[in-house]
């Protein structure tokens, strides 16, 4: 069954009811949509084994965020109020559970960098004491490049 068309309802007394048309129309679209992606999901699935530990954390949440949306869209589409119904809490706890994963990923691979030997020459340039600092090797009382006067 590829992708529905408008054409393919008969509507009969609703033809003329625009709204409804197009609402029937988002919908299937939607379905389709969902269709191809969890088509996706399927295939990939054949390879989890080589994912990563954060990859298939992604898999999980996104397969289970997509079975739980169509859950939610059923208990819509039968008339029933899925706010009253526990799938909301669990969409609403797998949304956290994508950004917690969002967080991780973020903290781990676009926090900035920082330079350790930059760092290390303003520590040692703010520790300095200029009153303390370190004598020359040479400890005459005259400094070294003063000007001598011979006279005569």
Same mark, same amino acid.
């Given at each position: 069954?590829?992708?529905?068309?408008?054409?393919?309802?008969?509507?009969?007394?609703?033809?003329?009811?625009?709204?409804?048309?197009?609402?029937?129309?988002?919908?299937?679209?939607?379905?389709?949509?969902?269709?191809? *992606?969890?088509?996706?999901?399927?295939?990939?699935?054949?390879?989890?084994? !080589?994912?990563?530990?954060? %990859? #298939?954390?992604? =898999? +999980?949440?996104?397969?289970?965020?997509?079975?739980?949306?169509?859950?939610?869209?059923?208990?819509?589409?039968?008339?029933?109020?899925? *706010?009253?119904?526990?799938?909301?809490?669990?969409?609403?706890?797998?949304? !956290?559970?994508?950004?917690? %994963? #969002?967080?991780? =990923? +973020?903290?781990?691979?676009?926090?900035?960098?920082?330079?350790?030997?930059?760092?290390?020459?303003?520590?040692?340039?703010?520790?300095?004491?200029?009153?303390?600092?370190?004598?020359?090797?040479?400890?005459?009382?005259?400094?070294?490049?003063?000007?001598?006067?011979?006279? +005569?």
């Amino acid at each position: 069954m590829d992708t529905l068309e408008v054409e393919d309802f008969d509507y009969g007394e609703l033809k003329n009811d625009t709204a409804f048309i197009n609402k029937n129309e988002t919908l299937s679209q939607c379905i389709e949509r969902i269709r191809q *992606n969890l088509a996706i999901a399927r295939e990939d699935y054949k390879n989890y084994e !080589a994912f990563t530990l954060e %990859e #298939k954390v992604k =898999y +999980d949440l996104h397969l289970s965020y997509s079975i739980n949306s169509l859950y939610w869209m059923y208990y819509k589409i039968i008339g029933l109020d899925p *706010n009253k119904h526990g799938i909301k809490d669990e969409l609403t706890r797998i949304k !956290a559970a994508m950004m917690r %994963e #969002k967080e991780i =990923y +973020d903290h781990r691979y676009n926090r900035p960098t920082l330079d350790q030997g930059a760092a290390k020459r303003f520590v040692r340039a703010g520790l300095f004491d200029h009153k303390n600092r370190p004598k020359p090797m040479d400890t005459a009382d005259t400094p070294p490049n003063k000007k001598i006067r011979f006279e +005569d």
